[in-house]
């Protein structure tokens, strides 16, 4: 083969296969971008790919195409862009004390009931399940475990018909009580829980409305991880007094206890990404005062690198300290686990050896913007955990 000819052919083998090369990284930015975003223009860009230029959108209109392209040349993908104003919040990072009360009583547990013959559970031949959340008996709405109590110790051996919540849908049933030959009273064989407690850290306050936001993940029962429905709930005041330090394979936990306080305000929601709620005016001036607002960070505008969390790990009031968002997954299944977060500063890492139970709603602090909140910790390394997007609690 002539000289040019060779020359001709390995320039044409290295332009195909640099072409194949940006193709495939193209295809790599396509799997990694988001179907949709939030943002306040149609200007649209990440911070995670400052390579990626937004070479073409329609403006105007409440919802767009924006197409993203690399180095302005080859597109990589159509986003739709959600036209929005972002929030300006306080971020919190103070502790509150949770107590709920449920819509109807969660079934937590079974147990036989003895009688002459052979033992038998009564709730498990009715269908019930660990997890059902019984709404209603013989029509009368639940709103303690008591009231379901009496109705079986007061029924003579009756049907009782049950509306139960299982995975959303409505299922009706009917419970036969058992007597119990030991303890010679009607029984339905299954344990029920209709309230629950316990420590979270505040993300956010809309200080013109008193709206606030926690956890960034939902207040679950222990016993059977199902989401608790609230039928009430308050948001109280709670000092801090000490934690036990997380270690590999051993989670640590805040300790502190309830104050005598006024409440804080009400709680109306709790669901995947957090239990939502509305504070007292006084609750506002009392927990914002003069504190800093930020504007909230769409997903976008999140890069890996540098960050601050805020929590309380002593007391009552909040500090700042250094983390690094080592990874982001814009594309996550699960809405509370949308970045991984590693705590770097080390008064944090001495005080509590990093992420423990209590400082779920911690918010996360990126370029001036409040971009997240702290969610889980790594049981193998409490020096990591999970964080959900700013913007998937505000939704």
Request: glycine letters at 12%; hydrophobic letters at 40%.
């Amino acid at each position: 083969m002539h000289f040019k000819d060779k020359i001709k052919k390995s320039a044409a083998l290295i332009l195909s296969v640099a072409i194949a090369g940006l193709f495939g990284t193209a295809g790599y930015y396509s799997v990694k971008l988001p179907e949709s975003i939030s943002a306040e223009t149609s200007a649209v860009s990440f911070a995670m790919y400052p390579e990626l230029d937004c070479i073409g959108s329609v403006s105007g209109i409440a919802e767009d195409k924006a197409t993203l392209s690399l180095f302005g040349a080859i597109p990589v993908k159509s986003v739709s862009v959600h036209h929005t104003e972002a929030p300006t919040l306080v971020a919190a990072g103070q502790p509150f004390g949770v107590k709920l009360l449920m819509e109807g009583v969660m079934v937590t547990g079974m147990g036989k009931v003895d009688r002459t013959g052979s033992d038998i559970c009564p709730a498990e031949l009715a269908g019930v399940e660990i997890g059902d959340v019984i709404r209603c008996a013989n029509g009368v709405p639940l709103t303690s475990n008591a009231d379901l109590q009496r109705m079986i110790s007061e029924s003579g051996g009756s049907d009782i018909e049950l509306s139960i919540i299982r995975g959303g849908a409505e299922i009706n049933t009917v419970l036969t009580p058992v007597m119990s030959e030991t303890k010679g009273k009607w029984l339905g064989g299954m344990w029920v829980r209709d309230s629950i407690a316990g420590i979270g850290t505040m993300t956010y306050i809309n200080k013109n409305t008193g709206e606030f936001a926690g956890l960034g993940h939902p207040v679950c029962d222990a016993d059977t991880g199902e989401i608790i429905p609230i039928h009430s709930g308050e948001a109280v005041a709670v000092e801090i007094t000490g934690s036990r330090k997380g270690e590999k394979g051993i989670p640590g936990e805040l300790h502190g206890r309830f104050t005598r306080s006024p409440v804080y305000g009400v709680l109306d929601k709790n669901c995947e990404s957090g239990i939502y709620g509305r504070l007292s005016e006084q609750a506002v001036r009392e927990l914002c005062g003069n504190a800093e607002e930020y504007k909230m960070g769409f997903r976008q505008d999140i890069t890996t690198g540098e960050a601050v969390i805020r929590s309380t790990v002593n007391g009552t009031e909040p500090k700042d300290y250094s983390a690094v968002i080592e990874s982001i997954n814009y594309n996550s299944s699960e809405p509370s686990k949308n970045m991984v977060i590693r705590i770097t500063d080390p008064e944090l890492i001495e005080a509590s050896g990093g992420i423990v139970q209590g400082m779920s709603g911690s918010p996360v602090i990126q370029n001036g913007r409040l971009i997240g909140a702290v969610t889980h910790v790594f049981i193998a390394d409490p020096t990591h955990g999970y964080a959900i997007f700013a913007e998937n609690m505000l939704r």
